[in-house]
């Protein structure tokens, strides 16, 4: 029994040191990473990269390093001047990831935080460089010209650390007080401005009208004036009679108003007494 037991003993720990062995002779890459092996009998880092999947190493001698190769997105912040010195505060969103062909030498030259020593640095050059050429309007207006110029200036220093951009573009654009304060006087000046031409516009109506309603009635006294020259004193009784019918046809449809004809002393009338006009109160 007690050899049964020294067997089994003995079994049991072989396969654990079997599976240590194993365990150590091995690695995993997952989805999305690579790794880079350090070898310490063949200089450092190999240069070959090492795809998703298991991979054996010889313990001691070597040891994997996994990296991630996913695009990943960052914001870079930064305030800067523009060009008619007006300060900016302006935010960057990049998608990057590193470039697998060169993880060996991005691993050797700058370690596993690459992303924290490049990004900052290189985005905060970039936006400093292009900003500084536009004035605060030509940042608003020509926004998607700044988003480009950013993106190339951008993937031409991130080569130079093996990094790739999917994406860049500007989620975030303010400006300090002072010019937001002139914006909006210059908003306010500008509809002052369009208020003073419409007042402009509306006495230039009114001065034509009244040109032409004064032209209008001096052609119509012009013509007065040939008629009477023409006729005499013909026109103007025209005008009395006239007048004389319109105020008889307002005085009919009044219901308190007589007319009494004139009359001469003693009964005998005369043509030349005039006739009354009473208004009876109807109270």
Same mark, same amino acid.
């Given at each position: 029994m007690d050899k049964a037991l020294g067997r089994l003993s003995g079994m049991a720990g072989t396969l654990a040191i079997g599976a240590f062995t194993v365990n150590?002779?091995?690695?995993?890459?997952?989805?999305?990473?690579?790794?880079?092996?350090?070898?310490?009998?063949?200089?450092?880092?190999?240069?070959d990269v090492r795809g998703e999947g298991?991979?054996?190493?010889?313990?001691?001698? !070597?040891r994997p390093v996994v990296m991630d190769v996913r695009t990943r997105p960052r914001e870079i912040p930064s305030v800067t001047g523009t060009k008619d010195l007006q300060m900016v505060n302006i935010k960057l969103r990049v998608l990057w990831r590193p470039v697998i062909e060169k993880l060996p030498r991005l691993y050797r030259e700058l370690g596993t935080d690459f992303d924290e020593r490049v990004l900052p640095s290189i985005g905060n050059e970039v936006l400093k460089s292009v900003v500084a050429q536009y004035?605060?309007?030509?940042?608003?207006?020509?926004?998607?010209?700044?988003?480009?110029?950013?993106?190339?200036?951008?993937?031409?220093?991130?080569?130079?650390?093996?990094? !790739?951009?999917?994406?860049?573009?500007?989620?975030?654009?303010?400006?300090?007080?002072?010019?937001?304060?002139?914006?909006?006087?210059? !908003?306010?000046?500008?509809?002052?401005?369009?208020?003073? !031409?419409?007042v402009v516009r509306r006495a230039e109506q009114e001065r034509q009208a009244v040109v032409t309603r004064a032209?209008?009635?001096a052609e119509a006294a012009a013509i007065i004036t040939n008629a009477m020259e023409?006729?005499?004193?013909?026109?103007?009784?025209?005008r009395r009679i006239d007048a004389a019918k319109?105020?008889?046809?307002?005085?009919?449809?009044?219901?308190?108003?007589v007319y009494l004809p004139g009359g001469g002393s003693g009964g005998?009338?005369?043509?030349?007494?005039?006739?009354?006009?009473?208004?009876?109160?109807?109270?």
């Open positions: 150590s002779c091995i690695y995993n890459v997952d989805g999305g990473e690579r790794a880079v092996m350090f070898d310490t009998l063949r200089g450092g880092i190999l240069p298991t991979h054996f190493i010889i313990p001691v001698i !070597q004035n605060a309007e030509e940042l608003l207006s020509k926004r998607a010209e700044v988003s480009a110029r950013i993106k190339e200036e951008m993937m031409k220093r991130a080569d130079h650390f093996y990094l !790739q951009f999917d994406d860049v573009a500007i989620t975030h654009l303010t400006f300090g007080r002072e010019f937001m304060k002139a914006i909006e006087s210059k !908003q306010v000046a500008s509809q002052e401005a369009e208020r003073q !031409q419409w032209e209008g009635e023409r006729t005499g004193n013909a026109i103007i009784e025209v319109e105020i008889a046809a307002k005085l009919a449809g009044s219901r308190n108003i005998e009338s005369s043509g030349n007494s005039p006739g009354l006009l009473l208004n009876i109160d109807g109270k």
